[in-house]
């Protein structure tokens, strides 16, 4: 029986050979400058400013709310937004860096904040920011949820791990907030095997996150950005090699796997055309979900993996999984039920995210997937192979 698999690897033989080629000319392995070429390639095919390439996507979250910090945009202690549906990484890192989380329900139409409970939350509680997950490329509202962070005073930070590629009104996602982390781990949009982006436009946070990246010191930074903090600080360049100004960490990637995104670039449009294809081949042959996804004119879905909500859950996970097709739960399900939440504060019910919870999964998408595979299960969730 054929295996059908949830993702596939976006790196092929030939970008292996591409990659062998290139260190017979045994380069620099390290992070150096073709992490630089990456960034900047990565930031042109996003529509943004500037780009840091790190180790992970989780990272980047990390990445993020610490230079929130080190900027002064907030303070420890501050309220920060998170979906209760969302990766672990989205909620951890606000804990870690001692901000008080406050998980907000979702829609069913799209999978990421409920816009009412999000207005509730900012009205009776003002929190300082929102982490923003657009869960599986679905497009959320972002003219209404940028309005309302307008209103209110919240910092926008877009996590785009799954969604890359996904737009809303035509404009990028990672375009909204003040910052976006993007993931390159195996199987996602594209690979780099391990590996993370953050985008921004703003110059300041940009020279922030390079150095917070890199132990906070000032090597990655131009020469004219160099001087203004030497001379700040009253550091000469000999003593500037080990002069750290910000509370920094180590996430940086490699050179290798750098090298291995530059080609990965490249596939971005092919990519998300496939998985935008396939995901309405599955909106169309899909007859018993629970949900009602809303596709708005002038979005795009880059498709990450396609959501179902089923109180048949149970049985057709095992009618998948014996049918050698992966599955997988709605990602984390609901955060406030996992136990790292539990053990702070006490299980949290919240409506929609608790249905997910309950009877949520995802399936498979990715550019390999052929029709036939689509309808084989899409038969079965339809109880038509049955």
């Keep these: 029986m054929k295996k059908i698999k949830l993702v596939n690897d976006t790196v092929s033989k030939k970008d292996i050979d591409y990659l062998i080629k290139w260190l017979k000319t045994y380069p620099r392995l390290t992070k150096g400058p073709i992490t630089s070429e990456l960034e900047q390639k990565f930031a042109n095919k996003m529509g943004s400013k500037y780009s840091i390439f790190c180790n992970s996507g989780s990272s980047a979250n990390l990445l993020m709310l610490q230079c929130l910090l080190e900027k002064k945009i907030v303070e420890k202690g501050s309220k920060v937004v998170v979906p209760a549906l969302a990766w672990a990484t989205d909620y951890s890192p606000v804990v870690q860096l001692g901000f008080e989380p406050i998980l907000c329900d979702i829609n069913l139409k799209d999978l990421s904040i409920d816009l009412d409970h999000f207005e509730k939350i900012c009205s009776e509680q003002r929190p300082s920011v929102l982490v923003l997950v657009s869960v599986l490329g679905l497009v959320p509202d972002m003219e209404k949820i940028t309005e309302i962070c307008t209103k209110y005073d919240v910092a926008l930070i877009e996590d785009n791990c799954e969604s890359l590629g ?86 940086r990637s490699t050179d290798l796997q750098a090298y291995i995104g530059l080609k990965q670039i490249d596939k971005i449009d092919s990519i998300i055309e496939k998985r935008n294809k396939n995901f309405f081949y599955y909106v169309d042959n899909i007859k018993k979900n629970m949900l009602q996804l809303e596709i708005r004119k002038n979005d795009f879905i880059s498709n990450f993996a396609y959501p179902i909500l089923s109180k048949r859950k149970d049985k057709i996970v095992k009618m998948l999984m014996d049918n050698n097709i992966e599955v997988r739960p709605l990602i984390s399900g609901s955060i406030g039920n996992q136990p790292f939440y539990k053990k702070d504060y006490g299980k949290l019910e919240l409506p929609n995210v608790t249905l997910v919870d309950k009877f949520g999964f995802y399936i498979p998408n990715h550019p390999d997937l052929e029709e036939s595979d689509i309808k084989n299960i899409s038969n079965l969730i339809n109880g038509e192979n049955t």
């Design 166 to 251: 996904s737009a809303s009104n035509r404009k990028l996602l990672g375009n909204f907030g003040l910052m976006s982390s993007f993931s390159t781990y195996f199987g996602h949009h594209i690979s780099t095997i391990e590996g993370g982006f953050i985008t921004t436009n703003d110059k300041e946070i940009y020279h922030n996150l390079l150095m917070i990246r890199n132990h906070g010191w000032d090597r990655d930074l131009d020469q004219k950005a160099k001087d203004a903090l030497r001379n700040k600080w009253d550091i000469d360049s000999f003593n500037a090699l080990y002069t750290f100004y910000f509370n920094g960490f180590n996430c």
